[in-house]
């Protein structure tokens, strides 16, 4: 860091896992750092699987997004190692890899069309047969007709690297809504804070070009819990089964354009049924778990699926910088997001990884109106 950007007054607007992981970065980095948000890690981050899981996710013409979780994934070991040491909070980081299953033939097409694609990325993937698929995770049904295993994959708990984000951020949070300005931003009741730098990370609302995407998820306890992620293709249906501590799963997740309603959104009994129909279909056991919570929010979805990360031109003296519409991958990219965002603050080279994902580059593309003129609405 130059003696020019040390000790800069920055604004992070945004309190989910992406503004929180930001701020933390640029406060260990030498800044004057204050996080706004009225309900911070109550977004999209709330209901996050936590999968770190950049092969799981990918897809053909995604090989930039590909590249950019994998740099991230590298990162997490070091950047949850060290909030766990600064927070005393244990973050439920596992490396036990993922499971790709699939039921019938169509669904298998699918699996090896995907590892192809891995195996092409450089990802490890296993292909492997019904028979080994369950003698490795036996508490798949015994109707799967295979899958594969990509090592590398890891999991986290979302909820708890947010609560772990703001032991150490403490008094730097304020609850409040804010809105940028030229020369810094205005707080709900009309407080002005000067920045020289604002960090617009407010997830699916207020940023442009990104739009709410409806994820719901279901929290149970089951004594039958597999040792890996489970990603499930049951006759055409997705599913996911994410263990965590104490026994707990994870099951997810629907994925639904909706508008912005009025305050958290609604898991709805349809599309909730559907889901855990699917995943009892992949682990029986499931029958008899417990349930703990149904939670739908939003994704911060984009139209090509990658992140907005980087500066905007403005005309004020504070520099925008964007850190948005990061998907389905928030969590994953929360490590090399904030290293990013730290980059540009402080003038040094940014990871190449995230130079395919400028802030600017759908602004040639006709903007739609609903996705810059949206009435935001808070969190709850
Ligand atoms: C069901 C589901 C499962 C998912 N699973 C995974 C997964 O397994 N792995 C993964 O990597 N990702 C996953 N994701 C995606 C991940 O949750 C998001 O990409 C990530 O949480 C985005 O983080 P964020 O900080 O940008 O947004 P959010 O977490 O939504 O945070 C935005 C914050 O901004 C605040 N805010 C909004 N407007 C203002 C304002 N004007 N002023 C102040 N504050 C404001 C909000 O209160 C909110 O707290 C999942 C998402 C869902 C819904």
């Known amino acids: 860091m130059s003696a020019a950007t040390r000790g800069l007054r920055v604004v992070v607007v945004g309190g989910g896992v992406i503004g929180l992981a930001c701020a933390d970065e640029l406060v260990r980095a030498g800044h004057d750092v204050t996080v706004c948000d009225p309900r911070p890690a109550c977004g999209s981050t709330y209901a996050a699987a936590g999968m770190l899981a950049p092969g799981g996710e990918a897809w053909f013409g995604e090989e930039a997004l590909l590249r950019l979780g994998i740099d991230s994934l590298e990162r997490w ?63 798949i049904s015994g109707r799967v007709v295979g899958g594969a295993v990509l090592p590398d994959d890891r999991h986290v708990n979302p ?44 997830g699916a609302t207020g940023i442009p070009h990104v739009r709410p995407v409806r994820g719901e998820v279901v929290r149970v306890r089951c004594r039958q819990a597999p040792i890996r992620v489970l990603r499930a293709r049951v006759h055409g249906e997705r599913v996911y089964v994410v ?50 919570e149904v939670v739908a929010r939003d994704r911060p979805g984009s139209p090509d699926n990658g992140p907005l990360l980087g500066p905007v031109s403005g005309t004020g003296s504070a520099r925008l910088l964007i850190a948005g519409g990061f998907h389905r991958g928030g969590v994953l990219l929360a490590p090399i997001t904030a290293a990013t965002v730290r980059a540009h603050v402080d003038g040094l080279r940014v990871p190449p990884a995230t130079q395919a994902f400028d802030p600017n580059r759908f602004d040639s593309h006709t903007a739609r109106d609903s996705d810059t003129d949206r009435n935001e609405e808070p969190c709850a």
């Not at 596992?94 to 033939?105: K, N, Y």
């Not at 669904?107 to 490795?136: I, K, P």
């Not at 707990?248 to 009025?262: R, S, Y």
């Open 77 to 139: 070991p070091a950047f949850a190692a060290s909030l766990e040491q600064r927070s005393g909070h244990h973050l439920d980081l596992r490396s036990t890899g993922t499971m790709l299953v699939a039921a019938d033939r169509d669904d298998l097409a699918e699996v090896h069309r995907a590892c192809r694609l891995l195996n092409a990325s450089g990802v490890r993937v296993e292909e492997l047969d019904g028979r080994t698929l369950r003698a490795a995770e036996p508490v």
């Open 159 to 202: 909820r708890r690297v947010t609560d772990a984000l703001l032991a150490v951020l403490g008094d730097r949070v304020v609850r409040a809504r804010a809105t940028p300005e030229s020369d810094g931003v205005v707080l709900d009741g009309g407080s002005h804070l000067r920045a020289d730098v604002v960090v617009l990370a407010t």
């Open 243 to 292: 263990p965590r501590a104490h026994g707990e799963l994870l099951i997810g997740a629907t994925e639904e354009e909706h508008p912005v309603g009025e305050g958290d959104p609604l898991p709805t009994l349809g599309a909730v049924g559907r889901l855990v129909e699917t995943a009892r279909a992949l682990v029986p056991g499931l029958a008899t778990a417990e349930l703990l």
